[in-house]
């Protein structure tokens, strides 16, 4: 027999039936000045990601993992990877979003800024799914190149129909673009690549060639085909390795396991070895790093979108559950101190969502200096310092739900398990941080642009100090910048956050994200801001009650 030995009181109810997008006022307010011909669309989204059922999916996908068969049963090689049905329906409303390739669905301007504005919502729902969804996005660009073999991908790649079927290119209504580049020997050092390509009819740009070797990372093994690294005579190339040779056979690109992941648990990243594999080269020969990296540019800038939307939700669970939760006496959201904790996390956040959409904004114009600028310098920095930003955010807003937060039964255990993953995939933060010396060195024109744009934010002496101080930094001998590369990118990231706080926050909330990151006192944790009198209107702009 059971009895009550206690009332159940004082927890927190679901955060649910609320639009992702009208309660974000940051995230609404630029869209509506760089791309208003998309905000209806996105508040039906932002609606549509609220319905608990649809939160629900980012824990399905992440309880019932992705499972690889190699063999069916009659010992045909097979190297399918099943999946929970929430795996398929979150693709699905990426797919409807256009969230794979809108700027080339939709030329509109302010069509990239309407994108990331999307994918940053679902980004709040779950992160694994995003994986193939960006490798699509990154690789059309590069196909876009190769007019004879893009003509043949071109409406299975723009189609908003999610075919989760496995079958021959041709048969599909839609297809999925996944990338293999790390091998064992070498990981983020691809010019140590081992695997080989053996010409089979014709050699270059357009020919088909057979791959041997592997690769340690492979993302999204059921991707319907992948660009992939390979050695030939002339250096490393790039080619389009599908799942299906044109012939209907399976290609041979033999999964060898799954990788057991710390996070991002439902995306099946794998190892594979290649035997002769079928595949088309893309871009020149021997030129393979210089064609991929055009991938990592916007594979790059979705870290960023990842990573600001991760900590939005973060965030959002944290003050739902602070403003429901009541503690020696009062809600934990009236406790000067807790208010303090949300409300620096609060302008941690608006920054990085600023930062995110200005980097897409920058995507928009590929011609104009200033904006490569942005893109060339700056993507790298942001996914430096954004993306480690949310490690330590997500679990500040894991403590804010105290133990609670540390089990799976809820959301913010995932979160946090999530953060990593960002700041690993394309490039870890030294090669980031390398990546922007180079770019400066580069772009002497640009850095000079990059820094007066920064300039001509609305004055404040705490910019001001901080545009003086990499002017400084500047001037350092090379061997000097490169050992304080960090130390540089990240106050090339606060100048920029900072500048756009400026335009975009009312001015004593910019000024209170300037003082806080700019004091040596303050951001080593969160919790330590000095306006204690603007901390009720911070948390006010970022989830009004």
Not at 418 to 441: Q, Y
């Amino acid at each position: 027999m059971q009895w009550p030995t206690h009332e159940v009181s004082n927890q927190v109810p679901e955060l649910g039936n609320y639009n992702l997008y009208e309660t974000d006022v940051v995230l609404s307010g630029v869209v509506d000045a760089a791309a208003a011909w998309h905000a209806s669309a996105l508040s039906r989204f932002g609606a549509e990601l609220g319905d608990p059922d649809i939160l629900r999916l980012g824990e399905l996908a992440n309880r019932h993992l992705p499972e690889l068969n190699t063999h069916d049963r009659y010992g045909n090689r097979i190297d399918q990877v099943d999946f929970h049905p929430s795996w398929h329906r979150l693709l699905a409303i990426l797919r409807k979003e256009g969230l794979h390739a809108l700027p080339w669905m939709d030329e509109r301007p302010g069509a990239h800024v309407a994108r990331a504005a999307g994918y940053f919502l679902q980004s709040q729902v779950e992160s694994g799914s995003l994986c193939p969804t960006t490798m699509t996005f990154a690789s059309i660009p590069v196909l876009q190149n190769e007019p004879a073999l893009f003509a043949t991908l071109r409406d299975k790649l723009l189609s908003r129909d999610h075919d989760p079927r496995d079958l021959p290119l041709a048969e599909k209504r839609s297809i999925l673009i996944g990338m293999g580049m790390t091998e064992k020997q070498g990981g983020s050092d691809v010019r140590t690549n081992a695997t080989r390509a053996r010409p089979l009819r014709g050699e270059g740009r357009g020919a088909t060639y057979a791959l041997t070797g592997h690769k340690w990372f492979f993302s999204a093994p059921m991707c319907d085909a992948h660009l992939v690294l390979a050695r030939t005579e002339n250096g490393l190339s790039c080619f389009f390795v599908p799942r299906w040779r044109p012939d209907g056979s399976k290609n041979a690109v033999l999964v060898q396991r799954l990788k057991d992941k710390m996070g991002n648990r439902s995306n099946s990243s794998s190892e594979v070895e290649f035997q002769d594999a079928w595949g088309v080269m893309v871009g020149e020969d021997g030129r393979g790093v210089p064609t991929i990296i055009e991938m990592a540019n916007y594979t790059r800038l979705d870290c960023v979108i990842g990573s600001a939307g991760l900590m939005r939700q973060a965030f959002v669970q944290a003050a739902h559950h602070a403003r429901h939760r009541v503690a020696f006496g009062r809600r934990l959201a009236e406790q000067p101190l807790m208010r303090n904790v949300l409300a620096d996390l609060a302008l941690e956040s608006e920054a990085a969502t600023l930062l995110m959409l200005r980097l897409a904004q920058a995507f928009e114009a590929p011609g104009d200096p200033l904006q490569r600028a942005w893109r060339r310098i700056l993507t790298p920095a942001a996914k430096f310092w954004i993306c480690k930003r949310a490690l330590e955010f997500t679990g500040e807003c894991m403590e804010v739900w105290g133990g609670n937060g540390y089990v799976e039964t809820g959301p913010m255990a995932r979160f946090y398990r999530e953060a990593p993953v960002n700041s690993i995939w394309e490039g870890s933060g030294n090669v980031m941080c390398l990546d922007v010396l180079r770019a400066m060195e580069r772009e002497g024109e640009g850095v000079l642009l990059l820094l007066q744009d920064l300039a001509a934010a609305p004055g404040h002496p705490g910019l001001r100090e901080m545009l003086d101080g990499l002017q400084r930094d500047l001037a350092a001998p090379a061997e000097q910048r490169e050992a304080s590369a960090r130390r540089f990118v990240q106050k090339l990231v606060l100048a920029a956050q900072s500048a756009l706080m400026l335009k975009h926050a009312p001015e004593q909330i910019a000024d209170a994200f300037i003082r806080s990151r700019g004091d040596a006192a303050c951001g080593r944790v969160y919790g330590t801001l000095a306006a204690s009198d603007l901390q009720q209107e911070i948390l006010r702009r970022a989830w009004p009650e």
